[in-house]
């Protein structure tokens, strides 16, 4: 017999040896002897009330052995009869050469970055000599973005498609099988490049193929029908179908594709900057108690509400993080926020973003369709040149912000590139600053000391998804004009996230079965 119940535990026994059949003894009233196995669905945090417990969902078998398992895909050899380019080897790239390797068909990737170890000294250039590599950076490289900047798990994206699937795949590859039953799962950038270089290796293993340091420079297409790219201006490679899953930065990807007529359009996105506190000040906010208990998490949070017709949002919350420079060429500067497993930083990081519409971004209209992106390009220029053309981010006191005066000292950061005091109630667009503004007021309101002397703000959270959109079709997942070019994941508008641009890869990938056949 199988019962599903919900276990509350609280953070002191949450380590004792079998407690979750203790306690599912004593919900179910059943001698503990009767408990073949508890196998926990999902975990959470409930912070509701002053007594902080940890949730579990969990399947009871009594007097029955569970027939459970983890699923592993069995990876077969790919042979060369049908090939498919894929441009961009981050989160949408790697499962969408995985989905093909499993329907037989071959994945060419093409990186124009570095592979994932490889990367570790240009992200390091960024944080102490404050130079950009405009190819191998927080993201570009192998892993994409999510590598190097959290992976964090947690989507909204369940319709989609198999999300446990996405998950058991990164257990597969060497993720702690925790992350299958978290409600907001987390590896960490720690653990993370080393899951990527075993997907490299099933990928490599089974007869695909990854090209490092090869940038995609153009398309060839024939009749309207794309036949292969062009690889740093030179090299051909040609294959039968071609996935575009470059990210929400690689515009250069944008401008070629505008240059060969290919149709693209602006998208709304989000802009505004990284909010940091103590951790310790979000835990007892969050925890209702000075002292976290040892057994607790690092506390996060999540913050939305609406100020004058746009929505204004936490985004990316990294407990126990840092922020990062995320910048993809010299002339900018871009925050990011990223925690480590463990997540035991003393800062508590968030993107803080206001919802860009094409009322913000139509005064650039003589621009289209890079309307959207010369507005997120604009602001990304104009905090390098007010950090004295350093990554030496501009960052402002939370409370000088609202009062309007100028951060005479900054409290300390996460932000090894270092800080610059700028006002930025001056120099941010208007319609980001009033917003930000009400916003604190009213997220103060939700999480007493959230506006804080403590408190500081980092510009500009500018990535948040892409400016741009590659349309394509609803059903063929195909672009509505060149033959066999599937546009995928964020840098094409139809991902936010390391899960949601995985499951965006399978279904790109399962779209090209179709169209091959």
């Known amino acids: 017999m199988k019962k599903q119940i919900e276990l509350a535990i609280p953070p002191e026994k949450i380590s004792f040896q079998n407690i979750l059949y203790t306690e599912a003894s004593k919900v179910l009233s059943v001698p503990i002897e009767k408990i073949s196995a508890v196998i926990p669905l999902r975990k959470s945090i409930d912070a509701r009330s002053k007594k902080v417990v940890f949730r579990f969902l969990v399947d009871v078998y009594l007097n029955e052995i569970p027939q459970t ?119 960490g950038s720690n653990r993370l490049p080393k899951i990527v270089q075993q997907i490299r290796k099933t990928i490599l293993n089974c007869g695909g193929e990854i090209h490092f340091n090869s940038k995609v420079t153009d398309f060839i297409i024939q009749q309207s029908k794309i036949l292969g790219v062009a690889i740093d201006n030179s090299d051909e490679i040609l294959a039968d179908a071609v996935i575009l899953a470059t990210g929400h930065s690689a515009r250069d990807i944008f ?80 925050v990011n926020g990223m925690s480590v497993s463990r997540r035991d930083s003393p800062f508590a990081n968030s993107g803080f973003v206001v919802e860009v519409t094409e009322e913000e971004y139509k005064k650039y209209e003589k621009d289209f369709p890079f309307s959207a992106l010369r507005l997120q390009m604009e602001v990304e220029q104009k905090c390098y040149e007010l950090a004295n053309k350093t990554q030496q981010a501009p960052a402002q006191k939370v409370t000088d912000f609202v009062e309007g005066k100028f951060s005479t000292s900054l409290p300390k950061s996460s932000y090894i590139a270092g800080l610059t005091s700028v006002e930025l109630h001056k120099e941010l667009p208007s319609f980001i600053t009033k917003r930000l503004k009400t916003a604190l007021k009213i997220f103060d309101l939700r999480m007493r000391g959230y506006y804080s002397d403590e408190a500081i703000i980092v510009a500009p959270e500018s990535r948040t998804s892409s400016p741009i959109r590659i349309p394509r079709d609803k059903e063929t997942f195909m672009h509505l004009q060149i033959k066999g070019l599937f546009p995928c994941g964020e840098g094409a508008g139809y991902a936010g996230g390391i899960v949601s641009a995985a499951i965006d890869g399978e279904n790109c990938a399962n779209a090209v079965k179709k169209f091959l056949e």
Request: hydrophobic share 35%.
């Open 69 to 187: 398992h983890t699923r592993i895909i069995d990876y077969k050899p790919v042979s060369d009869k049908r090939k498919v380019i894929i441009i961009g080897f981050g989160p949408a790239g790697m499962y969408a050469a995985l989905r093909l390797i499993e329907l037989g068909i071959k994945p060419i990737v093409i990186e124009r970055g570095k592979d994932v170890q490889s990367r570790r000294r240009d992200i390091r250039a960024i944080h102490q000599e404050q130079i950009v590599n405009p190819d191998s950076n927080y993201c570009f490289g192998e892993g994409g973005a999510g590598a190097y900047s959290d992976g964090k798990l947690y989507t909204r994206a369940t319709k989609r498609g198999d999300v446990k699937k996405i998950l058991e795949i990164l257990v597969q590859h060497g993720a702690d099988p925790e992350i299958l039953i978290d409600t907001h799962p987390h590896i």
């Open 255 to 334: 401008y070629l594709l505008h240059k060969k007529n290919i149709l693209i359009q602006p998208k709304p996105f989000a802009l505004g900057v990284r909010i940091e506190h103590p951790q310790a000040l979000i835990n007892e906010i969050q925890y209702h108690s000075k002292e976290k208990h040892p057994n607790l998490p690092a506390a996060s949070y999540s913050l939305a509400c609406n100020v004058n017709d746009r929505g204004v949002y936490s985004f990316c919350m990294c407990p126990g993080g840092i922020i990062v420079p995320a910048a993809t060429a010299q002339n900018e500067i871009v």
